[in-house]
């Protein structure tokens, strides 16, 4: 973009007081630069467009010509050089993330949000040159009005340009200092995401301090609008939302109850616009989506009415759609069956392999080989169970306690012909690790090896697969989790995970990210619309076991 470093620019940039170094340090020329501004003028140089808010109303964007959009790009550059982020701000920021919004708001008692009505409008012209021509940047007030008058629209910023954004940051930084401040003084936590402005505490710091009710509405204390009024912002009191730990806690689009997850209506959605795709081809879903008002490309919205740019447009739906499913994969994780059943199903929609499945590949055929129902004779009872080459079938001691007779089951099949129980082919079981293990011979097993699960901490993602409540066609259940917790029940060691179990899963396998076992599933609820979180739902340690047998002379 530029001939020079970024030390070089950013030398120019402090030394800056005239037209001509704004010109310099763009590397145009000061006749172009003025014929620019006051011939062709900025204002004339912009397409508007309306687009949908996802809470209903529209959302106005201006769009700069693409000869003021090369110059307003440029002079993002250099201004980001300037920037120095705090630590609360995250929007429009360089390896900064919702995500790592989103982190700094989990497991909290208390969240409050706060939107900041029109927020780029909000910054005029006039702040734009007070704001550098005082410290930290302190450049001549020439120079100043000149970068105000690329970067502003109707003596305001216009929000669409590639210059709002790290200005609008800038001119933040007041706001964020006081409201750090303000933060600590009641223990609170404190981010930014452009106009979101979240709190966040582990007790009743926000009710019992900041925020009041009246009815469902909900108020600020004078003291926190007093600092916002004071930068100029104003509240949109009709988006201010406070939510305790019970009830669904989000920061900028991002659940964080217990760690950070993604909208199940979100995912639905993305799964609705692939089955679309299939059923009535990209293209029609595409005009549908730019009918809609989501679209904010203005190129792809004048292409609308032509069809000989139907594979411009296909192009960028897919685009659309693949950034959605990238979303999830970086809030879920990329070892998240979520991500996975959509990136399988948009490489059957577009035709090509556009997400690597390698992973979930080797993943699938461990958990469809090696993972089993174990059923009683007379179908009354059930559980889950897992095969590893050289150690046998593992299950849960309560699954098969009773000394019954069980069948292991996998695809509606009976995956062996003899039974096993407790008097039979047991090699090993305890009651209080809550394992038992059987010798029995079973074919076409794929491969599969013990992990380490001392190693696992809090945070650790791990794969639980098993059949939770089956009945004859079901197919097995897998869900990526995060350990939560690591707690004690029944005297034996146990990790708690985010995902649900439910009853019949007990038995089923336990894989940490290497495709190795960790542990056996244990507990849970006794169906998936049950919402009972004093229920343990998570596994046995596979070291555990690994201790027992050792200790037997069983290995």
Partial sequence: MFKRSDNEIKELFIIAKTRTDIADMLEIDEKSLRYFLFVLRPENMYKSFFISKKNGGTRQIFAPSKKLRNIQRKLAYILNLMYKPKICAYGFIKNKTILGNALQHTK?????????????????????????????????KEAATTIAQIACLNGILPQGA?????????????????????????????????????????????????????????????????????????????????????????????????FPNVKREYYKNIRALLHNCIQNGIYIEALKYIDKGYCKNRNIISFRSDPKKQPLIEEWYKSVLIGKIHFIKQIKGEHSFTFYSLALEANKVFSKNIFD???????????????????????????????????????????TEDKDFYYLWQNDV????????????????????????????????????????????????????GFPNYIK??????????????????GAPFYKVSGKIVHGASGGIVLNTNHQVVGIIKGGCSSEDEDNTSIKQGFVPIDLVISDLKAKSVL
Avoid: W
Avoid at 473 to 490: A, M, S
């Fill in 414 to 465: 009976k995956a062996v012909i003899s039974p096993i129980s407790a008097d039979i082919n047991q090699v090993s079981a305890d009651k209080i690790i809550d394992y038992a293990l059987y010798n029995i011979p079973i074919a076409n097993v794929a491969a599969l090896s013990m992990g380490n699960s001392s190693n696992l901490k809090i945070g650790d993602t791990v794969v639980i697969a």
């Fill in 108 to 140: 909290r008692a208390e969240i409050l949000n706060i939107d900041l009505k029109d927020f780029f409008s909000q910054f005029h012209f006039g702040r734009v040159v007070g704001l550098l021509c005082s410290k930290p940047y302190s450049i001549g």
């Fill in 357 to 399: 499945l390698t992973y979930f590949n080797q993943m699938n055929e461990i958990i469809n080989k090696n993972v089993f129902v174990l059923q009683s004779t007379d179908e009354m009872k059930q559980g889950s169970g897992f095969y590893v080459p050289g150690y046998g079938l593992f299950t849960s001691y309560h699954v």
């Fill in 162 to 258: 590639p210059t709002s954004p790290v200005l609008t940051n800038m001119l933040c930084v007041p706001l964020d200092n006081q409201l750090m401040q303000y933060a600590k003084k009641y223990r609170l936590v404190y981010t930014r995401y452009a106009d979101d402005i979240t709190f966040s505490s582990y007790n009743r710091c926000i009710s019992d301090n900041i925020i009041s009710k009246v009815g469902d509405k909900i108020l600020l204390d004078d003291s926190l609008k007093k600092v916002l009024d004071k930068n100029s912002l104003i509240v949109n009191d009709e988006k201010i939302t406070f939510r305790t730990k019970n009830l669904r806690q989000e920061v900028t689009g991002v659940i964080v109850n217990k």
């Fill in 473 to 490: 066609g079901d197919t097995i259940t897998k869900e990526e989790c995060k350990i939560t917790g690591k707690t004690k029940l029944f």
